[in-house]
């Protein structure tokens, strides 16, 4: 499976770089799946909801399903958090991943800079980070650097690098 990340700060501009790349993907007629790693608690249910109840009363997973789409919600109940490899196993084929987030795992990424946040560039210590799009021209030797808006470049060099 084609495997792309997306990483950076807070605030950096990850999530709107990945919107605007699944959009430019999908344009081009790839079918593209995203994961995404959330360092906070989240939940996608509702309180009161038939699928919280099972979960609230201890289900380890529950499937939801509709004639729109299915979630499959699975609470790890004293386990760890999986590894991005399972989670990956996990997702349909498709003709390209992107993930947001996983910094630290050791696929390719794309590192999504803001000149207001203050904080450095990650791609500086970080041999997986394998270009930088930046709101400030901000550089690292012997990498491609990107106009942070620029979709249609970093696309092209994605696609490149994955030879899709």
Same mark, same amino acid.
């Given at each position: 499976? *084609?495997?792309?990340?997306?990483?950076?700060?807070?605030?950096?501009?990850?999530?709107?770089?990945?919107?605007?790349?699944?959009?430019?993907?999908?344009?081009?007629?790839?079918?593209?799946?995203?994961?995404?790693?959330?360092?906070?608690?989240?939940?996608?249910?509702?309180?009161g909801?038939?699928?919280?109840?099972?979960?609230?009363?201890?289900?380890?997973?529950?499937?939801?399903?509709?004639? *729109?789409?299915?979630?499959?919600?699975?609470?790890?109940? *004293?386990?760890?958090?999986?590894?991005?490899?399972?989670?990956?196993?996990?997702?349909?084929?498709?003709?390209?991943?992107?993930?947001?987030?996983?910094?630290?795992?050791?696929?390719?990424?794309?590192?999504?800079?803001?000149?207001?946040t203050? *904080?450095?560039?990650?791609?500086?210590?970080?041999?997986t980070? $394998?270009?930088?799009?930046?709101?400030?021209?901000?550089?690292?030797?012997?990498?491609?650097?990107?106009?942070?808006?620029?979709?249609?470049?970093?696309?092209?060099?994605?696609? $490149?690098?994955l030879?899709?």
């Amino acid at each position: 499976m *084609n495997v792309w990340g997306v990483v950076g700060w807070k605030n950096s501009g990850k999530t709107g770089l990945m919107e605007r790349l699944v959009s430019e993907f999908v344009a081009r007629g790839m079918r593209v799946s995203t994961l995404k790693h959330a360092h906070h608690t989240f939940d996608v249910d509702h309180a009161g909801k038939d699928s919280h109840r099972h979960r609230m009363a201890g289900a380890t997973e529950v499937l939801l399903s509709s004639r *729109n789409r299915w979630a499959l919600m699975h609470e790890h109940r *004293n386990e760890d958090e999986d590894l991005m490899e399972a989670l990956l196993a996990r997702l349909s084929p498709v003709d390209l991943v992107l993930v947001e987030g996983y910094k630290r795992d050791r696929h390719p990424k794309i590192e999504a800079h803001r000149a207001a946040t203050g *904080n450095p560039l990650i791609a500086v210590d970080d041999p997986t980070v $394998q270009a930088v799009a930046s709101d400030s021209g901000a550089t690292v030797e012997g990498r491609p650097t990107f106009d942070l808006d620029d979709t249609g470049a970093i696309a092209d060099f994605i696609a $490149q690098e994955l030879g899709l």
